[in-house]
């Protein structure tokens, strides 16, 4: 991906010196809430669902040294500039307002966010709550040892996704799909969630269009890897890899396939009305 030119974000937001220590009864974190993380894990769509679970009644900050400033870091900080500027031209282009540009906050280990407590084992994350972006930068590493999908263009649609819940949020999907919830079977729910996550796959598309259109940041194989790490975390393939066998009514993400086929449907068509995936008949 094609960034050594770009600009910075000002909205990063560094708590890597802060270390977090996770209290409550006991101190101890039981088989539940390490449950709980594992169904989290990449790319949670709602955290205030799941986060508050996995925070304990209390905790304690400790500050450590403040890192250093490296490559990865200053990589993160020009995607996310890059997407900034592609939504800020989207939403003049859809004359849907000003682009309220989104935090994204780095941190290790555990960190407060307004929809609870959140934990790296969780993966990356948008909290509605605050209007914030969550990445602890080890989960790329996991990306390219335990789930093949190295890559910096795969990097950038993990960035890329979390800020299209933010777009979500902004245009008040998060909320219609939170009040259509309430009363839902769990597998009604289930089926909202994958609509949700499917709609942020194919926005991840859109953002992928306007950045290469803008800036020609598209380098041959980087779309091959964005769907490679789609593909990557579908949730047939998260469980056959955890258990062995799927169960569709447990979706919350969509499968592999359906992953792929929404980030390109994005990025062929560079438009958002093309992501209707809750009017969409199939998915």
């Given at each position: 991906?094609?960034l050594n030119n770009?600009?910075?974000s ?17 101190g ?5 809430t ?9 790319f949670?769509?709602?955290p205030?669902?799941v ?5 304990g009644?209390?905790s ?5 040294p403040a890192?250093?400033d490296t490559p ?8 996310l500039?890059?997407t900034?500027d592609a939504?800020?031209?989207?939403f003049?282009?859809?004359?849907w307002?000003?682009y309220?540009e ?9 960190t407060p ?6 934990q790296?084992?969780?993966?990356p994350f948008?909290?509605p709550?605050?209007?914030k972006?969550y990445l602890d930068?080890?989960f790329?590493?996991q990306?390219?040892q ?5 890559g910096d263009?795969?990097q950038?649609?993990?960035i890329?996704?979390?800020v ?6 902004q245009l008040?999907?998060m909320d219609?799909?939170d009040q259509a919830?309430?009363g839902?079977?769990?597998?009604a729910a289930?089926?909202l969630s994958?609509?949700?996550e499917l709609?942020?796959?194919c926005?991840s598309?859109v ?10 940041t598209l ?8 769907l490679?790490?789609a ?7 998260l469980?056959?890899r ?20 929404w980030?390109?449907?994005?990025f062929?068509?560079g438009d958002p009305?093309?992501?209707d ?5 199939a998915?």
């Open positions: 991906m094609r770009s600009r910075q000002r909205n990063i937001e560094d708590r890597r010196g802060r270390r977090m220590r996770i209290g409550g009864r006991g101890k974190i039981g088989l539940g390490i449950v709980l993380a594992l169904v989290a894990i990449y949670g769509v709602d205030s669902v986060l508050q679970n996995v925070a009644p209390t304690t900050e400790q500050t450590a890192p250093a990865q870091t200053q990589f993160v900080s020009k995607v500039a890059d900034e939504w800020t031209a989207v003049q282009q859809q004359g307002g000003s309220q989104p935090k994204l906050v780095l941190f290790n280990g555990a966010t307004a929809c609870g407590t959140g790296s084992a969780m993966g948008y909290c709550g605050d209007q972006v930068l080890s790329f590493q990306m390219a335990e789930l093949n999908s190295p263009f795969a950038a649609y993990v890329a996704h979390e299209a819940h933010h777009v979500q949020h008040g999907v219609q799909v919830r309430r839902a079977s769990t597998a289930n089926q994958v609509r949700v709609q942020a796959d926005l598309g953002w992928a269009n306007h950045s290469d259109a803008q800036r020609s380098e041959p194989g980087d779309i091959e890897e964005a490679n790490a593909s990557a975390i579908g949730d047939d393939t469980q056959k955890g258990q062995g066998y799927v169960v569709p009514d447990s979706f919350t993400h969509g499968t592999s396939a359906q992953r792929v086929s980030f390109r449907r994005g062929e068509a009305a093309q992501c995936t809750f009017g969409a008949t998915l």
